[in-house]
Structure formats: C-alpha cells, structure tokens
C-alpha cells in the first residue's frame, strides 16, 4: 500500500540552526514527491517538488529511492519558519488523477 | 487573481442532519478534489473532478457522502444523516490540469457534528 510515513510530530530547533524534516515512503513505483507548508492562519501550500530540484526559501529536499526517502533540509532556520509541514505522494501510475498521499505533518517550530 | 474560495468556514450541525460544503476554485482550473482532515490524522483523499470525465470517488467514505461540480466549476460536497465521526476540515484544491500542476487549495471548512 502507498503510505508517506513523517516519524516527528513535532521539531524544535533554534534560530540559525540546521532542520531536517523526515519523509518516508513506500510505493513500488516511481513516485513524485512534494512537500507541502502551512503557516499559522494560513491555508497550504506548495514549498517543493522532487522533479523541479528547486530550493525555495532555503529548503531542500533530495529524493533517495533507495532508502525510500524525501527529507526537507535547511541550514539555517529562521523563526518564519515555523509552520506545519506535510510530505505528499503522487503515484507515478495515477494517471491523469493527481491525488496526494499525505503524512501526518510535522510541525516546526524555531525558537529565537 | 482570486485564490480556491470554500464556504461556510466553519459549520456545526447535529448528528443525522445533513450538510452541503461549498468549493470555487480558481477561474480555469479544470480538475478539483476534496480531502478531510480529521484530528490526528493526516489529509485523506475523498473525490476528483477533471473536466467532462467521470469523477473519482474511490475515496468516499461512505454513501452518505457525494458530490457535485457543476459546469466544470463550483463543487458542492455533500454529507448526508451526519455522524460525529464526519467531524473534520473538509479542504478543496485546484489544479489547472491534470498533470504535474500546483494544487492550490482552499482554507477549508471545518465542519463539528454534535
């Protein structure tokens, strides 16, 4: 079964440290990758994919098949940081439907 | 531009009655879907539109729950004899097609069943 497993709940760093952001998977195929964001009174939305390879507001995310893994990385956080964030799955066999699978989120907070 | 509108915000119904939530999604957007978000649980697919196609509603929960989209546009999903597990944020995306587009979703309603 496709299943996107975030195993923290919550995180809590400092400002200006590193966060790394779990995301597992499991899909036999060759799944697309999001991660989703949703900041305080806020409605979600996109921060990243795996296929665009971008890094957007100093987050990354590198798809590793092979421990079946999408980590949201960042080197030095900032207290706008701190939000909910969700890992998604696109099967790759979906077709023309492009319902998301989503983890449980994990919520980030940075304290100054 | 006007971003994916749902209506009401927030909805508080008692058990057994039913309900209609309300997604407008942006100008042109062809496919809509609807997930919920119960507490502790993560966002749970219910329903997607595309177009003229045959809507897929492999995750309806139930019977009681169907839905509409009328001229390719507004979606009304439907809650029928409400039960308290129904309690949840109920969330409409949009997307422009079906492909590896953005889904750029609503702010939901919540919806409590007393």
């Known amino acids: 079964a496709q299943r996107v497993t975030q195993p923290e709940k919550l995180l809590s760093v400092f400002k200006g440290a590193p966060v790394e952001l779990k995301c597992n998977y499991s899909y036999s195929g060759s799944p697309e990758l999001f991660w989703y964001v949703q900041y305080s009174r806020q409605r979600l939305q996109l921060l990243l994919r795996?296929?665009?390879?971008?890094s957007i507001k100093g987050f990354t995310a590198d798809l590793n098949k092979g421990e079946t893994s999408f980590h949201l990385k960042k080197p030095f956080a900032q207290e706008e940081d701190s939000a909910m964030y969700y890992c998604?799955?696109?099967?790759?066999?979906?077709?023309?439907?492009?319902?998301?699978?989503w983890g449980l989120g994990t919520s980030l907070a940075v304290n100054p | 531009g006007a971003g994916v509108s749902q209506s009401p915000s927030n909805k508080v119904t008692e058990k057994g009655k039913d309900v209609e939530l309300r997604c407008d999604p942006i100008s042109g957007h062809t496919a809509l879907y609807w997930y919920r978000q119960s507490l502790g649980q993560g966002l749970e697919f219910l329903i997607y539109f595309q177009g003229n196609s045959a809507p897929d509603k492999s995750g309806l929960p139930s019977d009681r729950f169907s839905a509409e989209r009328t001229g390719g546009s507004v979606s009304t999903l439907t809650i029928q004899r409400t039960q308290q597990e129904d309690s949840a944020v109920y969330l409409c995306a949009s997307s422009r097609t079906s492909g590896s587009n953005e889904q750029f979703f609503g702010p939901g309603t919540r919806l409590t069943v007393l």
């Open positions: 998604a799955l696109i099967p790759s066999r979906a077709g023309n439907n492009r319902k998301l699978i």
């Open positions: 795996h296929i665009s390879r971008e």
